[in-house]
């Protein structure tokens, strides 16, 4: 049985990943390179300077580390202006009642979102509360797909990493969901979410059994 269930955050409690992916398509596309939905989905999951370093791979110019931090910080700042308006609206259907349903199971409840908004928007959407642990990005050393973030959760729980399951929208979260060795829910399309061992299309199809 298990004993928590760690979530991420962009893309499967909220619609962020809308967001990063506006974002960085006004970036990538000031910058020369082409960005559609296909090449973002390699982004879902991976931190920011990762983001970044993925985008301009593809550009024809060559950046100093200043350069590069530069228009991290400015993706940032156009990030955050899309997300200063959110509230508990923002919320995805099935959202609060797939945390609720947890709780209710007796389950500890963890966060693990390489965001470094990630505070802020849980404070946005009102379900600060309904996290026993929210691992905070700016202590990870290594993104999704490492394991880290969701052993680190984990270890906060109290939980051996064989008793969780997490629930990951990104290719990448879901590699270290396995990487970590528990049990995978894929939220989005299974062909997409090939490694996890189950998909469902969304929060709304949330069921613990
Ligand atoms: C992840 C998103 O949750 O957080 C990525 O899936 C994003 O798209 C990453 O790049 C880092 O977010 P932030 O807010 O720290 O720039
Ligand atoms: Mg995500």
Same mark, same amino acid.
């Given at each position: 049985?298990?004993?928590? &269930?760690?979530?991420?955050?962009?893309?499967?409690?909220?619609?962020?990943?809308?967001?990063?992916? $506006?974002?960085?398509?006004?970036?990538a596309?000031?910058?020369g390179?082409?960005?559609d939905e296909a090449?973002?989905?390699?982004?879902? =999951? !991976?931190?920011?300077?990762?983001?970044l370093?993925? !985008?301009?791979?593809?550009?024809?110019?060559?950046y100093?580390?200043?350069?590069?931090?530069?228009?991290a910080?400015?993706?940032?700042?156009?990030?955050?202006?899309?997300?200063?308006?959110?509230?508990?609206?923002? $919320?995805?259907?099935g959202? &609060?009642?797939? $945390?609720?349903?947890?709780?209710?199971?007796g389950?500890k409840i963890?966060?693990?979102?390489?965001s470094?908004?990630?505070?802020? *928007? @849980?404070?946005?959407?009102?379900?600060t509360?309904?996290?026993?642990?929210?691992?905070d990005?700016?202590?990870?050393?290594?993104?999704? #797909?490492d394991?880290?973030?969701?052993?680190k959760?984990?270890h906060? @729980? =109290?939980?051996?990493?064989?008793d969780?399951f997490?629930?990951?929208?990104?290719?990448?979260?879901?590699?270290?969901?396995?990487a970590?060795?528990?049990?995978a829910?894929g939220?989005?399309?299974p062909? *997409? @979410?090939?490694?996890?061992?189950?998909?469902? #299309?969304?929060?709304?199809?949330?069921? $613990?059994?």
């Amino acid at each position: 049985d298990f004993k928590a &269930v760690i979530f991420d955050l962009d893309g499967v409690i909220t619609d962020t990943a809308r967001y990063h992916y $506006l974002a960085w398509k006004r970036l990538a596309e000031a910058e020369g390179v082409h960005f559609d939905e296909a090449f973002n989905e390699h982004l879902k =999951g !991976i931190d920011r300077m990762g983001s970044l370093e993925l !985008i301009l791979a593809s550009s024809p110019r060559s950046y100093t580390d200043a350069q590069k931090l530069a228009l991290a910080t400015a993706k940032n700042e156009h990030y955050k202006e899309l997300i200063a308006t959110m509230t508990p609206a923002d $919320l995805l259907p099935g959202a &609060v009642d797939a $945390l609720d349903a947890c709780r209710a199971a007796g389950l500890k409840i963890g966060l693990a979102s390489v965001s470094r908004n990630a505070f802020t *928007v @849980l404070d946005s959407l009102g379900i600060t509360g309904k996290f026993d642990y929210v691992v905070d990005a700016g202590t990870i050393a290594r993104g999704k #797909p490492d394991p880290e973030i969701f052993l680190k959760a984990a270890h906060e @729980l =109290g939980v051996p990493p064989a008793d969780c399951f997490g629930v990951e929208d990104a290719v990448a979260g879901v590699a270290s969901i396995k990487a970590a060795g528990m049990y995978a829910i894929g939220v989005g399309d299974p062909r *997409v @979410l090939a490694q996890a061992d189950v998909v469902i #299309p969304d929060l709304a199809a949330f069921a $613990l059994d």
